[in-house]
């Protein structure tokens, strides 16, 4: 089927492989579009290769030293698993191994829809032209998929600090493990580890853990990791990284000018924009001070033919929301459909710390910006999930809906239990219909379950003091 641009090599070009921009390209070949796609690494970006995916099934792994711990109050034999048990090496290769089998998935659903993948680092010439391995490319339209990088900061012996990304590669398991961050990759990983049997230490340079969640739930979670025996260190900034030995460091602390020994160093401080060398400055695509590439509702950025999606474009850096970027402008461009905003505000999300949240909505901070102080009410619930009854471990959930009073529109879920990431999906839909609590509190609960909780809180929490 002739698209009608043929002076043009392709309708539709995509630069970078992650999830937003296969999925995109995937929409618009089968819309009738001819496309290709350039990725320099594998595909699947970062969720698949150094992300979301290997992310849980390391949680997966870490969760069971305390199963098997656990296990010995439900009548199985008593298993106190240590550090040195762990087979890191065999799980390593199985994690590589999905992974890989995901790469290959990625790169046959590309072929099966008939997207022309270019293997290279692309670059912009001009507003229609892309050069991949030395050849040039043009095409109608461009999508920028380029995704980010972990942020290293430029501190003395930073050669000796890691990343996410180089975590999922480790040749071993460090005994002792110092991450600073405070947002889900550092808080993640502390838990990843500390579930391994390390000893972690989390540094801050903030009061907070997860400064865009609501303060309930960041609060309870400080508890219960500390409880779970994570170190925290706030309001504190490292100024320097020594290697005593190619296993061994010692961090010295700005504050204080104190030090501590650990076998891994990982900052967790962020991500910026994957644009080096991708030609932006030579076009004229518009980028901010810390290389975001600006676009508008609909993923357009100031040059009319260029587009751009996922976290490049750091609106909502989560990948099922890179997911329906890229899905509805393939739409908008191919299938002449009604342009549709990406509702960001109702967005789900989780962490994955143990025990995880989910949240969906306003926080409470949010509600007083948006409804006033006294124009919404909070329901909340603090109790034991019953799982850990008989092992008689310390452990606390949380649930906390924030209702808009005039509507009466439940407007914010936050939860905090082991099964919050699973919960909160449905929340998010509930949220986007306009459930009412009156709703809420008519719907009967699953029991027993923690998520029983959600339709079960009927009184009204007393507003906090200032």
């Known amino acids: 089927m002739s698209s009608g641009n043929e002076k043009f090599d392709y309708d539709y070009f995509v630069i970078g492989g992650g999830s937003g921009g296969v999925r995109s390209s995937r929409i618009a070949s089968k819309l009738g579009a001819r496309v290709a796609l350039a990725e320099e690494k594998k595909l699947g970006g970062t969720c698949v290769n150094v992300g979301c995916i290997p992310k849980k099934l390391f949680c997966y792994a870490s969760h069971f030293r305390e199963l098997f711990h656990d296990a010995h109050s439900y009548g199985w034999p008593k298993i106190d698993m240590k550090l040195e048990d762990h087979n890191w090496k065999k799980f390593i290769e199985s ?24 293997k290279g680092h692309a670059t912009l010439k001009d507003k229609h032209t892309v050069i991949v391995n030395g050849k040039e490319y043009t095409s109608k339209y461009i999508l920028l998929a380029v995704g980010g990088h972990p942020v290293i900061p430029k501190i003395e012996g930073h050669e000796h600090i890691i990343t996410s990304d180089d975590a999922f590669f480790l040749e071993n398991l460090p005994k002792k493990v110092t991450i600073v961050g405070g947002g889900y990759i550092a808080l993640e990983f502390a838990c990843i580890f500390h579930g391994f049997g390390c000893e972690v230490s989390l540094i801050l340079r903030g009061k907070t853990i997860l400064r865009s969640f609501d303060e309930d739930v960041r609060s309870k979670l400080t508890d219960e990791l500390k409880k779970n025996g994570i170190n925290f260190r706030f309001e504190t900034e490292i100024e320097s990284v020594e290697k005593l030995s190619d296993e061994a460091f010692r961090v010295k602390f700005k504050n204080d000018k104190t030090t501590i020994d650990t076998n891994l160093v990982m900052f967790a401080i962020g991500r910026k924009p994957q644009i080096e060398n991708l030609g932006l400055d030579i076009v004229g695509v518009k980028t901010d001070d810390k290389d975001v590439i600006q676009v508008d509702d609909y993923s357009q950025t100031n040059i009319p033919n260029i587009y751009a999606v996922g976290d490049c474009t750091d609106r909502t850096a989560l990948t099922p929301v ?39 909505g306003v926080t409470e901070q949010q509600a007083i910006e948006k409804y006033g102080p006294d124009g919404y009410d909070v329901y909340e619930s603090t109790f034991k999930p019953m799982f850990v009854q008989l092992p008689k471990r310390d452990r606390k959930s949380y649930v906390k809906l924030i209702v808009e009073k005039d509507s009466q529109r439940v407007v914010g879920i936050h939860i905090m239990d082991h099964a919050a990431p699973e919960i909160i999906q449905m929340c998010s839909v509930a949220i986007r219909a306009g459930a009412t609590k009156e709703l809420f509190d008519h719907s009967i609960g699953i029991h027993p379950t923690s998520a029983e909780e959600i339709v079960q809180i009927r009184e009204k929490r007393e507003k906090k003091k200032e």
């Open 322 to 360: 890179a997911i329906q970027e890229g899905h509805y402008l393939a739409n908008m461009l191919f299938k002449n459909e009604q342009p549709r905003k990406v509702d960001y505000a109702t967005v789900g999300t989780t962490v994955f710390s143990e025990p995880a949240i989910g949240t969906c």
């Open 95 to 118: 994690k590589n191994a999905e992974i890989q089998r995901l790469n290959d998935a990625y790169e046959k659903t590309e072929k099966d829809a008939n997207v022309k993948v270019l």
